[in-house]
Nanobody
Framework: QVQLVESGGGSVQAGGSLRLSCAAS????????MAWFRQAPGKEREGVAI???????NYAGSVRCRFTISKDNAKNTVHLQMNSLKPEGTAMYYC????????????????????WGQGTQVTVSS
C-alpha cells in the first residue's frame, strides 16, 4: 500500500515558479511510475507529467519546457518544478503512483493510476 502527500502549492503571479513535492509512505523503490495530474474547476483531471521506473519523463504539451518532474528514490519523493506559470495553470494538483508498467498511450488518463494524494492547490493570477 502506498500513501501520497503533496505539498508546495500556493498562489503566484503569472510568470512565477512553484515547486511541488510528493512524499510517499512505504518504499516506492524502482517499481512505480509516478505522475502529476491537475484538475481545474469544471474540468476533467489531466496528466501533466510522468516519470518512469528508470527515470524517463514525459509531459503534456501545454507544460513541456516549463515543468520538470524528478524523483528521489532514497527519500521516496517526487517533485514538480513549475516555471513560467500561466493563469490557466490554476488547479488542484495531484500526485499519483502506479505499480508496474504504464503505457505511453494511457499515462494521461486518471484511471491508469491506483494511488492518489489529496492534492495541493495552485493559483496563478494574471
Amino acid at each position: 500500500q502506498v500513501q501520497l502527500v503533496e505539498s508546495g502549492g500556493g498562489s503566484v503571479q503569472a510568470g512565477g515558479s512553484l515547486r511541488l513535492s510528493c512524499a510517499a509512505s512505504g518504499s516506492l523503490g524502482s517499481h512505480y511510475y509516478m505522475a502529476w495530474f491537475r484538475q481545474a474547476p469544471g474540468k476533467e483531471r489531466e496528466g501533466v507529467a510522468i516519470i518512469s521506473r528508470d527515470g524517463g519523463t514525459n509531459y503534456a504539451g501545454s507544460v513541456r519546457c516549463r515543468f520538470t518532474i524528478s524523483k528521489d528514490n532514497a527519500k521516496n519523493t517526487v517533485h514538480l518544478q513549475m516555471n513560467s506559470l500561466k493563469p490557466e495553470g490554476t488547479a488542484m494538483y495531484y500526485c499519483a503512483a502506479q505499480f508496474g508498467f504504464v503505457s505511453a498511450m494511457k499515462w494521461r488518463l486518471p484511471e491508469t493510476f491506483d494511488y492518489w494524494g489529496q492534492g495541493t492547490q495552485v493559483t496563478v493570477s494574471s
